[in-house]
Every structure is written in structure tokens, then in C-alpha cells.
């Protein structure tokens, strides 16, 4: 049985050609984190990871909204993720929802947020731990933490200053406010914002325009990328010959030449 076919604790999963599509599902809590939900989203994104077969990754919320961020009544109730003491909720956060960081920060393969409504708190983060935003008009983003007494312990304030900058990350951490779609794509944090009923259809554009390109040069350009963005020029360039190197003698490349030069569609084939 396929790994895909399993059930997953508040997730579904679902593999379409070269894209799997993973739906955070808690529609009744707004798809906000549960302890099960963060480790079937880890365990499924490091399990695609691994698969040649999948060349895309989508994240998006089940019903009306994107994510939610912290379960406000298990906070209440200090149960579940938010139970036990100040050292055990330190431990607790160091195994748990900090290892979805984490762990996006070791995936090769490119992952798109399909942001369908609200993505709030840890939800706003998730978008910005993903690689491309895909945002409904109808979306709204907001860093709350600061509202309920928090901070943002799951490691967005490292993403996202890094996506929107210093003056705009900081401004909706310490404000608070909703940002719209479109505002969202004017600080960066989007890069594209459709009509509620183009958003899947669109997505599956996306998916379908990254599954298309070489994988393996796709994937070392996208680690290429984030190697830039937090190192010296130097350890960068030594990167670099390194990855071109590979690439350059990989199948996919001269069979990309090919398909230049044939002017046909290319098959990148590694399975």
C-alpha cells in the first residue's frame, strides 16, 4: 500500500502526478495545530521528500480558512501541545511544532502554501516557511502572538523577516493587525493573489510549471538560493561549482539541451 494511502492525524494527503497536496484537517478549529496534526506534517513532508516521484509539494486548510496558528482553547484548558509547566511546554515545543521548521529547512523539494482563508499566527508562519505563496483574494494575514501574551515560538520571526524584511516583519509582529492578500503581495509575503475559484486551478498551473523543469537542478537551485541568502560570498561561489559540477553532467541536463534544441516537451525520468 502506498505510504499516501495511510491515515493521518488532522491531515489528508493526496498525490496528483508529480504534486502532493497536504490539507491541514481541523475545518472545526479553523485547521489550527494540534500535537498529532505537527507530527503527520512532519512525518509526511520528510517521507515526499525522499519520493522522485514527487517534484511539488502543496499546503492548504481544509474548509474556509488556511491555518489558524495555536488551538486558542487548548491554550485555555492547557492541554494537549500547551500542557505541563514552563519546562515541560520548552521541551514540548523543541519536539514538537519546532521541528516543522525545521524540517522545512531541510526539504530540497519545492513547497507551494495554497493559502485558502485566514492564516494566522503559526499559520501566517507556515505560509512563510514554504517557498511560493499562493493566496485567495479572500486571505488575511496576521502575526498574533503578541495578542494572546506569546511570541512567536515556532520559529517564524526567522522566516518571515527573511521573506519580508526587518521593517515589515516587525511590524506585524508587534501591531498585530490583518494584512489583506493584496497587501500581502505588496510587502513580499505573496507572490500570487487570484480569485477564490482560479485558486486551486492555479496552483495546479504552479505545480504543473516546477514539475516540469529538471528536478535535481530545481532542487539544487532552490538550496542554492537559501545557501546565498545566509552565507559569504565566498563559501557560496566554492558551493556553487560544486552543484554545477553536478548538474552539468546529470542526464537531466542533456536532456534538456535536447528538448531545446529538438524544440519538444522534455520527460525528466528518475524512477
Known amino acids: 500500500m502506498s505510504f499516501y494511502l495511510n491515515q493521518f492525524h488532522d491531515?489528508?494527503?493526496?498525490k496528483r502526478n508529480h504534486g502532493l497536496w497536504i490539507t491541514?484537517?481541523?475545518?472545526?478549529?479553523?485547521?489550527?495545530?494540534?500535537?498529532?496534526?505537527?507530527?503527520s506534517l512532519v512525518e509526511v513532508l520528510k517521507y515526499a521528500d525522499q519520493d522522485k516521484e514527487v517534484r511539488a509539494i502543496v499546503v492548504?486548510?481544509?474548509?474556509?480558512?488556511?491555518?489558524?496558528?495555536?488551538?486558542?482553547?487548548?491554550?485555555?484548558?492547557?492541554?494537549?501541545?500547551f500542557a505541563g509547566e514552563s519546562n515541560e511546554l520548552r521541551?514540548?515545543?523543541?519536539?514538537?511544532?519546532?521541528?516543522?521548521?525545521?524540517?522545512?529547512?531541510?526539504?530540497?523539494?519545492?513547497?507551494?502554501?495554497?493559502?485558502?482563508?485566514?492564516?494566522?499566527?503559526?499559520?501566517?508562519?507556515?505560509?512563510?516557511?514554504?517557498?511560493?505563496?499562493?493566496?485567495?483574494?479572500?486571505?488575511?494575514?496576521?502575526?498574533?502572538?503578541?495578542k494572546v501574551g506569546l511570541v512567536p515560538g515556532d520559529g517564524?520571526?526567522?522566516?518571515?523577516?527573511?521573506?519580508?524584511?526587518f521593517g515589515k516583519a516587525m511590524e506585524m509582529f508587534l501591531t498585530?493587525?490583518?494584512?489583506?492578500?493584496?497587501?500581502?503581495?505588496?510587502?513580499?509575503?505573496v507572490n500570487q493573489v487570484v480569485l477564490p475559484n482560479e485558486l486551486i486551478s492555479k496552483t495546479?498551473?504552479?505545480?504543473?510549471?516546477?514539475?516540469?523543469?529538471?528536478?535535481?537542478?530545481?532542487?539544487?537551485?532552490?538550496?542554492?538560493?537559501?545557501?546565498?541568502?545566509?552565507?559569504?560570498i565566498n563559501s557560496h561561489l566554492e558551493l556553487m561549482a560544486a552543484y554545477q559540477g553536478i548538474t552539468q553532467r546529470?542526464?537531466?541536463h542533456f536532456a534538456a539541451l535536447d528538448g531545446m534544441m529538438e524544440k519538444k516537451k522534455t520527460s525528466f525520468n528518475h524512477f
Do not use: W
Open 156 to 165: 517564524g520571526a526567522f522566516f518571515l523577516t527573511r521573506l519580508i524584511g
Open 176 to 189: 498585530c493587525k490583518n494584512f489583506s492578500a493584496l497587501e500581502a503581495k505588496e510587502i513580499g509575503l
Open 60 to 81: 492548504t486548510g481544509a474548509g474556509k480558512n488556511f491555518c489558524a496558528g495555536g488551538d486558542i482553547k487548548a491554550m485555555k484548558n492547557k492541554t494537549g501541545m
Open 204 to 232: 495546479e498551473e504552479l505545480v504543473e510549471q516546477l514539475s516540469s523543469l529538471p528536478p535535481i537542478a530545481l532542487q539544487m537551485t532552490k538550496k542554492a538560493v537559501i545557501h546565498a541568502y545566509q552565507n559569504d
Open 91 to 146: 521541551e514540548a515545543y523543541q519536539a514538537g511544532i519546532q521541528q516543522i521548521p525545521l524540517t522545512f529547512s531541510q526539504l530540497k523539494t519545492p513547497v507551494i502554501a495554497m493559502v485558502n482563508g485566514a492564516a494566522v499566527g503559526a499559520g501566517c508562519d507556515l505560509a512563510a516557511m514554504c517557498d511560493l505563496r499562493m493566496a485567495s483574494s479572500g486571505a488575511v494575514f496576521a502575526e498574533t502572538f503578541a
Open 250 to 252: 546529470s542526464s537531466d
Open 11 to 14: 491531515l489528508l494527503v493526496e
Open 24 to 39: 491541514l484537517n481541523r475545518p472545526e478549529a479553523s485547521n489550527a495545530y494540534s500535537s498529532e496534526m505537527v507530527r
